[in-house]
């Protein structure tokens, strides 16, 4: 059975007003910096990483949009948010369940797309 098989188009709709499931992960992940910050957490040690590990990693971004885009993946189950009493406050993120099972589709994507790149 092809792939395509499986996975139907829609025919003779528009793409953007159908249940598309690939739409719907780009909806939740396909933002310029969210795969970052997700590939961070889950290469980092026990997939946790403080607010400013985040902001040196992830080179370029500002610390609103940070804030922005960690909000939105915690609102979207993607990650967990675990702030310490402690002063100055220091505030975790580590990957929450639905963040781990999407790391192995990422890791197959990076493999297509270094195939693709040689």
Request: glycine letters at 4%; proline letters at 5%.
């Amino acid at each position: 059975m092809d792939t395509m098989d499986r996975m139907s188009l829609p025919k003779g709709e528009n793409i953007y007003e159908t249940k598309c499931p690939i739409l719907y992960a780009m909806e939740l992940i396909g933002q310029k910096w969210k795969l970052p910050i997700l590939w961070y957490i889950a290469d980092a040690e026990n997939q946790t990483l403080r607010y400013r590990e985040l902001e040196r990693k992830v080179v370029g971004i500002t610390a609103t949009m940070l804030t922005k885009c960690l909000r939105e993946l915690e609102k979207d189950g993607f990650i967990i948010r675990t702030q310490y009493n402690t002063i100055p406050p220091t505030v975790e993120y580590s990957l929450a369940e639905r963040g781990k099972t999407l790391i192995p589709a990422l890791e197959s994507v990076y493999q297509w797309a270094e195939e693709q790149m040689q």
